[in-house]
């Protein structure tokens, strides 16, 4: 597979088949009575947020969750008619819009809520809203000690309906510290006290990636699970542990653009950071840090080239990478270079980038930008 033959030769393979193979494989693992929202916010971790959701839906996948009411209408003017949760939340002005287009707000402060309810009134209707707790993430959510007088005021609300109590683990990969179990507790505490106020959420939901996996007694009736869709588990779940398993769905590739031999002392690349200490056969990739090449993998990073790793020599610039081929005989115009993915017997993992980078994997396949085409391999096309 190939971006098309009037492009530049540098795309990301997105292989639906394998994201459906792991949602399958969460799935089970997750066990009967525990349905899947699955997180394609930030357009699927990169991975093309329409693609993969029309195929998650096509899979019987029971909800999507995304950032933005705008990523949500992205969805919906693909014709996705999945239930649509945005965690972000609706700003009060897009209240409306985010209701015209059969979306869910999470909720976690007033303005918000008022202005869903002044929303549905209008439209005679009665808006499910999902409550967003603070177990101790200290990110968004209402703060768990405040719950009993959150509960309250969310009664008295005409045109809002609770449909579920939800809250973020802070630390889910963590099995060495007890604080993910807090914060079940603290979340059981407050499901009490919502329904002591008269709320019958359908959904209480909790876990992220690892909490689904790693954590079972945080899978209640619903798991959002984002990174291990994108078969991103090495980074992000708690090692050692049983998981299900997963198949990478991002490759990234290009092809060499030029090829040229220097002779020792020469240099390579912006502020000649490289130095040839023999004669360096240096090959020349279209992609650089505008297409998510980060540029702190100048004389760092590698690639593949024939089935061998090829290190990053010089500065990464803008729109183009150097690397030394020296040792990969035969190595010439056109020949195709792996970025994230196999060639023969090596392969790089966008968790490897995300280890090099001190980052995680899910900023590395993010950080692939609209520059590079997405090219989507589905065989078993359902
Ligand atoms: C992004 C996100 C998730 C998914 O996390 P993963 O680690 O990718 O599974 C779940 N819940 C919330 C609130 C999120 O923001």
Known sequence: ???????????????????????????????????????????????GSVECGLRLEREGVDWFAVATVEEGVE????????????????WPKQAG???????????????????????????GVVAP???KIDTGMGRLGFRSQDAAEIADKLAQFKNIRVEGIMTHFAAADDL?????????ERFEEVKQVFSAAGHQPKYADLANSPGAVAHPASRSNLVRIGGVLYGLGGDVL???????ELRPVMSVRSRIA?????TSGETVGYSRTFTAQNETVVATVPIGYHDGFRRARSNLGGVIVRGKYAPVIGRVSMDWITIDVTHIAGAQFGDLVTIIGRDQDSEIKAEDIA????????????GFSERVPRIYIEKNKI
Request: hydrophobic share 45%; charged share 20%; proline share 6%.
């Open 1 to 47: 597979m190939e971006s098309g033959p009037l492009q530049r030769p540098t795309w990301a393979e997105i292989d639906l088949d394998n994201l459906a193979a792991n949602y399958h494989s969460v799935r089970e693992f997750v066990g009967p009575g525990v349905e899947c929202m699955a997180v394609i916010k930030a357009d699927a971790y990169g991975h």
């Open 75 to 90: 969805l919906r003017d693909a014709r996705i008619t999945t239930p649509i949760l945005v965690l972000g939340g609706f």
């Open 258 to 262: 030029m090829i040229k031999t220097i």
């Open 97 to 123: 819009h985010g209701l015209n287009h059969d979306l869910v707000s999470a909720v976690f402060n007033m303005p918000q809520i008022e202005a869903i309810d002044r929303a549905a009134f209008k439209r």
């Open 355 to 366: 280890a090099e980078l001190g980052t995680i994997s899910y900023e590395v396949t993010c």
């Open 176 to 184: 060495n510290s007890d604080f993910t179990a807090r914060q079940i």
């Open 238 to 244: 708690p090692k050692g542990i049983k998981a299900p």
């Open 129 to 131: 809203v999902h409550v």
